[in-house]
């Protein structure tokens, strides 16, 4: 690893290096506009004015004309506000003024722009700049996020159409299609709204206790005092920074929303599967991933999941009754005089038209969280933002639930969560995290959470590597760069089956284990050879494993330099010494996890955070009403799915396999047996 400023690295820098107008060859000849007949007193103003981070301006005024303006934008968002600084200082100084067009998409850095010209002109024109001050939002006591970026916008009132129903539910994806089923099957009116033109096909497993086909079929069940063990451990994760009655929820009424799942799904042909082979591990690792499953072959590459599940939950919306309206977007909630959401006002993505949904029984919120949105997650001072270089499969997900629910009165939670993420997104060379992120399936090693040797990028071991792929996340977010290269030889088949990891990480395929492919080409897989074809070669060919025949060249490959390539190979001749013991001294591995570096070919790759879902959000009831800070229910308004909160904090509990997808479907059936019933249990 070269000393020298990583890509990430030099993008900050090359960001912090203020943006000057000279370099951009708009000089102080430039003909004043606006301000050409206005007195300013020479000399250079400074103003700052807050973006996603703090916005500085240093403008300097002849008595004619703003002739020059270095804008600061390093503290804003990579590749959005940071890259917006020239064409603002660009606008601002073809304006002489600060009304600007701004950039796309940077529309928190561009009013800070303007903010600090309106600034700098009140101090080069010797007037009070007390109105820009209060022009600025009013912070709250308590408030903790950036209010600027959730400020209320005004209420859309020219609506092209009406329509009248009973459940309107937003976003045709895990958690709003079952809803918008369920609803239908509980005889209501129902209308199911998607920005995009078809159905989410990600996730597959999902978490739940005690369903019929967990007691009948396979056996097991799990006594009062044993899920309430597993509420303490889940309460854990997030370090208690959760309501443990929404836990208590779910895994007490996960198995009969499971088996009303299980009925829907076996009416349409469709079967499902428990996963009992479970790790032997220091965490807590229970059987209770419900997979929806096509057994082609036993321990051949089955499908799975969302890919089977949805199209299959489209068919029973429009059977019941329920309609389902493509392309449209929701963008606000409407609510009555007492505060009862009474509906919402969606877009249709065609032609603009603002369509107000009216919903006598209420609106369900399931758009997916802000997993697509960077800068959101500025505005929530987001822990992970810069650990994660992949978010493929919630790109789309921008905020709009949360955002539209905080609008009408709702609570948020108050921390800074992690995500439901995998430790298997391959980073190129230049060592690249943060925004923006990729989202290509070439662009993922699936052994990401095989516990291998994981070194930083200085060459040295930092951590146990034998720990859950959200805690090895953590640990990157305290090293140089927030990544880490996983290091292994060849006798990575002997390795991966001593490892044994289980669920989604499972990469040997044994029975009691679904088998699936959900990506192309990333299945559990029966032989060393084909771990071979599945993996390494496709990785190889993509050019982000290096294989090499030395460690020297494998260091040399990775590009590791000087002290760092000397770190490089005594970390691993360590590491080598305390597997032919057996005992990791320096880290407390599981012993049946220290597999040694001594066989070449050697292999390499630099690993950071694929996101998958975001895990904060609404704060709802045990009814998933939305409830306000003072916990008032907002009657009419149910959260579910990732834009639901008070569920998980700090790090996602990813031993109970499927929990983010289990507690969505779960509270799916929840929420809208309240809404149509007045109760969450059938009657
Ligand atoms: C690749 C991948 C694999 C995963 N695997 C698992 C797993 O195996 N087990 C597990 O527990 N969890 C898994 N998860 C996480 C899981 O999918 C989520 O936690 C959750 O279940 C998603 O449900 P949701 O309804 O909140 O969001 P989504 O399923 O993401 O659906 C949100 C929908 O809302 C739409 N939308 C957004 N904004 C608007 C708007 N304004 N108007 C209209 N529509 C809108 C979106 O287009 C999208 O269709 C996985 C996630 C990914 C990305």
Not at 7 to 32: E, I, Q, W
Not at 529 to 548: M, N, R, T
């Amino acid at each position: 690893m070269s000393k020298e400023l990583s890509r990430r690295d030099f993008l900050k820098g090359a960001a912090a290096t203020a943006v000057s107008a000279a370099f951009l060859g708009v000089t102080g000849t430039a003909a004043p506009k606006a301000k050409a007949a206005a007195a300013y007193i020479p000399g250079t103003y400074t103003a700052t004015a807050t973006g996603m981070g703090t916005v500085t301006m240093t403008a300097t005024f002849s008595e004619t004309a703003i002739t020059d303006i270095v804008l600061d934008v390093s503290q804003e968002t990579e590749g959005i506000g940071k890259a917006a600084g020239d064409t603002l200082v660009s606008q601002l100084m073809a304006a002489q003024a600060p009304e600007i067009d701004g950039v796309s998409g940077a529309s928190m850095t561009s009013e800070a722009a303007r903010e600090c010209l309106r600034n700098c002109i009140a101090q080069a024109t010797g007037t009070t700049v007390s109105a820009v001050v209060e022009d600025a939002a009013p912070v709250e006591h308590g408030a903790w996020y950036d209010e600027k970026y959730f400020a209320k916008p005004d209420p859309i009132t020219d609506i092209a159409e009406t329509i009248d129903t009973d459940v309107v539910v937003i976003g045709a994806g895990n958690g709003g299609l079952v809803a918008a089923a369920s609803a239908a099957d509980l005889g209501a009116k129902v209308t199911l709204v998607e920005k995009n033109a078809t159905w989410i096909t990600w996730a597959g497993e999902m978490g739940a206790y005690n369903s019929k086909l967990m007691n009948e079929e396979y056996g097991i069940h799990y006594t009062d005092e044993e899920l309430l063990e597993i509420s303490n451990e889940i309460c854990r994760y997030a370090g208690y920074e959760c309501d443990q009655r929404l836990i208590n929820l779910w895994l007490f009424n996960s198995g009969r929303t499971m088996d009303w799942f299980v009925d829907q799904m076996e009416a349409k042909g469709i079967h499902m599967f428990l996963e009992t082979d479970m790790k032997d591990t220091r965490y807590m690792n229970k059987p209770q991933t419900h997979t929806v499953y096509e057994h082609f072959e036993e321990l051949g590459p089955n499908q799975m999941g969302a890919q089977l599940a949805n199209p299959k939950w489209v068919e029973i919306i429009e059977e019941k009754g329920g309609s389902i309206l493509w392309q449209h977007t929701a963008k606000q909630l409407v609510q009555d005089e007492n505060g009862r959401v009474t509906g919402i006002i969606i877009q249709r993505n065609e032609d603009g038209a603002y369509i107000q949904i009216n919903a006598a029984k209420g609106v369900v919120l399931s758009t997916g969280g802000y997993g697509g949105n960077p800068e959101m997650m500025e505005a929530l001072h987001y822990r992970d933002k810069d650990v994660i270089c992949n978010n493929l499969g919630c790109g789309f997900a921008m905020g709009d639930g949360i955002k539209m629910a905080m609008w009408a009165g709702a609570d948020i939670d108050r921390n800074h969560a992690g995500g439901v993420a995998f430790d298997r997104a391959a980073v190129d060379l230049d060592h690249h995290t943060g925004a923006p992120y990729t989202s290509g399936l070439g662009d993922i090693w699936w052994p990401g959470s095989q516990p291998w040797l994981n070194l930083n990028t200085h060459g040295e071991r930092f951590c146990n590597e034998d720990n859950t792929y959200d805690f090895h996340i953590n640990s990157w977010l305290t090293q140089p760069g927030h990544i880490g290269f996983q290091i292994f030889d060849s006798n990575y088949w002997s390795d991966v089956q001593a490892f044994h990891t289980t669920i989604c990480s499972r990469v040997v395929a044994v029975p009691g284990a679904r088998n699936s492919e959900v990506l192309p080409g990333v299945m559990p897989c029966k032989s060393g050879e084909q771990f071979y074809d599945v993996y390494i070669k496709p990785a190889l060919d993509s050019g982000k494993l290096q294989q090499a025949d030395t460690l020297e060249e494998l260091a040399d490959k990775l590009g590791f330099e000087g002290e760092y390539k000397e770190n490089f190979l005594k970390s691993i001749e360590r590491y080598n010494e305390l597997c032919d013991g057996g005992v990791d001294y320096d880290f407390g591995k599981m012993s049946k996890d220290m597999t040694p570096v001594k066989q070449g070919p050697f292999y390499g790759i630099a690993l950071g955070s694929w996101l998958l879902a975001t895990m904060n959000g609404v704060r709802v009831n045990t009814n998933l009403e939305a409830i306000t800070p003072e916990g008032n229910a907002i009657p009419g308004l149910y959260v579910i799915g990732n834009d639901m909160g008070g569920f998980f904090s700090n790090s996602y509990p990813q031993m109970f396999g499927g929990t983010a997808h289990g507690k969505t479907v779960c509270f799916a059936r929840l929420a809208t047996l309240h809404a149509v019933t007045g109760s969450i249990y059938e009657s």
